[in-house]
């Protein structure tokens, strides 16, 4: 059944309301929160993200109508100018030959780049074959890994590995490493419709896939440079269950010493 079906997919959620204001709702009413199980009466605190003054950018942007505007000779971004201006090319640790750029957008007036949630975005193009340069495993070693056993009896993802875009962007709390079709482009890529499928990303069968292959930790920074990632890989849970159940594991990328 689609997770999205089920009453209980969620991790915080208020009393049914008919207010469109979500400030109000925050003040005048108790959450339930899910931590591992189930907690009432939630106190959670909305406030709208605005500036009032200079401090409030940081000390490199102006406050104009609550927002901020970050100074041009700054080198800086973000709601409160808070990042500093992310690298133009960025490299795999695994292989320095693999670069990623940064994709520009000459049609934004406030940054020269294409933003999601706030951060970069990174891409690769005409790739071909499986993206091992971001992977820890071999190319033919597809021991634990079903998505690609699964992925590569299809002609369409077949297709896919023919030509196809590498992308690294922000997704609120991670950053997600994905195979895309080759015309993605900053005019093809609408930022405000970009949503991630938080429920379908490990790739299931039938699901509304977007082939990820790596995710990174944890992180609220502005720009995916120095931190770990991890190879996301699906694999059969248990012997003898059916083909379309499966699960997903991550593995670091980075060899830790014990």
């Not at 008919?18 to 400030?23: A, K, P, Q, V, Y």
């Not at 102006?62 to 500093?84: A, L, P, T």
Request: hydrophobic share 30%.
């Amino acid at each position: 059944d689609d997770n999205r079906d089920n009453e209980c997919s969620w991790l915080l959620h208020s009393d049914e309301t008919h207010t469109f204001d979500l400030i109000e709702l925050a003040d005048e009413n108790e959450w339930l929160v899910w931590t591992g199980q189930i907690q009432s009466d939630y106190k959670v605190s909305i406030v709208c993200n605005e500036c009032h003054e200079k401090i409030d950018c940081n000390f490199h942007g102006d406050c104009v109508d609550k927002e901020c505007k970050c100074n041009s000779d700054s080198d800086r971004f973000g709601i409160h100018c808070q990042f500093q201006r992310p690298c133009e090319v960025i490299r795999s640790e695994k292989d320095n030959a693999t670069k990623l750029k940064l994709l520009g957008d000459p049609n934004d007036n406030e940054v020269d780049f294409v933003e999601v949630y706030g951060r970069p975005m990174y891409v690769i193009y005409n790739m071909t074959g499986r993206p091992s340069s971001f992977l820890r495993t071999k190319e033919k070693d597809d021991t634990d890994d079903y998505f690609f056993e699964m992925k590569n009896k299809s002609a369409e993802f077949q297709e896919l590995l023919e030509n196809y875009t590498f992308v690294l962007r922000y997704t609120g709390q991670q950053w997600y490493g994905q195979m895309h079709l080759p015309d993605l482009t900053a005019e093809s890529f609408r930022e405000e419709d970009y949503h991630e499928f938080w429920d379908s990303f490990d790739g299931g069968p039938g699901s509304r896939d977007d082939r990820t292959v790596i995710i990174s930790e944890s992180d609220v920074g502005g720009s995916p440079v120095g931190i770990d990632f991890y190879e996301v890989r699906r694999r059969n849970v248990a012997d003898g269950i059916k083909k379309t159940d499966i699960s997903w594991v991550v593995v670091p990328l980075v060899n830790y010493e014990a």
